[in-house]
């Protein structure tokens, strides 16, 4: 295996590990202290699946209450959250794939016009949550092609909450190197 490749798998692993493994507790025995909700946070209309994002809920319970094409980032555009996006993403080794700058790597750009299941909030939130193996089974089809294609793996387990995925996905969208017309979101 080449060096890079070896590299990747390991920094995924490790994130993925780390992510798995949860709060550590604190030195007197209680568990850690819970985060404070997040100021950025404001209440989802229809559009975000109806429910209260002031209220997190992991992401796979998000898709399972939301019915096909109902997710909207809440948090597109907000200064705040993508900063805090940008900080999860390399928390989560997603630039061990995608790369720092989400220009690509050994899995797709996230900063070009392609984007092999779609560009809408609805349909980049179920991908990360349920990885690419599990989206086709619910039906959706490969719409854009890459050179390096590899499989996105399943995050909805690793990523805490739906709150954390948005902002994710808001810094994800600065990203992007596009015209202005093909700004989906």
Same mark, same amino acid.
């Given at each position: 295996? %080449?060096?890079?490749?070896?590299?990747?798998?390991?920094?995924?692993?490790?994130?993925?590990?780390?992510?798995?493994?949860?709060p550590i507790?604190?030195?007197? *025995?209680?568990?850690?202290?819970?985060?404070?909700?997040?100021?950025?946070?404001?209440?989802?209309?229809?559009?975000? *699946?109806?429910?209260?994002?002031?209220?997190?809920?992991p992401p796979?319970?998000?898709?399972? !209450? !939301?019915?096909?094409?109902?997710?909207?980032?809440?948090?597109?555009?907000?200064?705040?959250?993508?900063?805090?996006?940008?900080?999860?993403?390399?928390?989560? !080794?997603?630039?061990?794939?995608?790369? &720092?700058?989400? /220009? *690509?790597?050994?899995?797709?750009?996230?900063? %070009?016009?392609? +984007?092999?299941?779609?560009? $809408?909030?609805?349909?980049?939130?179920?991908?990360?949550?349920? /990885?690419?193996? $599990?989206?086709?089974?619910?039906?959706?089809?490969?719409?854009?092609?890459? %050179?390096?294609?590899?499989?996105?793996?399943?995050? &909805?387990?690793?990523?805490?909450?739906?709150?954390?995925? +948005?902002?994710?996905?808001?810094?994800?969208?600065?990203?992007?190197?596009?015209?202005?017309?093909?700004?989906? +979101?």
């Amino acid at each position: 295996m %080449n060096r890079l490749l070896i590299k990747a798998v390991a920094a995924l692993a490790i994130g993925a590990c780390v992510a798995y493994v949860g709060p550590i507790a604190a030195a007197d *025995g209680d568990a850690a202290p819970k985060e404070a909700a997040s100021d950025t946070a404001k209440p989802a209309d229809a559009a975000a *699946g109806g429910a209260d994002l002031t209220t997190p809920m992991p992401p796979r319970e998000r898709v399972a !209450s !939301s019915p096909k094409g109902t997710l909207k980032n809440p948090y597109t555009d907000n200064e705040q959250a993508i900063a805090e996006g940008k900080k999860i993403y390399f928390s989560k !080794s997603c630039n061990g794939c995608h790369g &720092g700058t989400g /220009g *690509g790597g050994m899995c797709p750009p996230l900063s %070009n016009v392609i +984007w092999v299941y779609g560009d $809408d909030d609805d349909t980049l939130f179920r991908l990360v949550t349920l /990885g690419s193996d $599990d989206l086709m089974k619910e039906g959706y089809d490969r719409k854009g092609t890459e %050179n390096v294609v590899g499989p996105m793996p399943a995050f &909805g387990d690793l990523i805490k909450t739906d709150q954390d995925l +948005w902002k994710i996905i808001a810094w994800i969208r600065t990203t992007f190197n596009g015209p202005a017309d093909r700004r989906h +979101w």
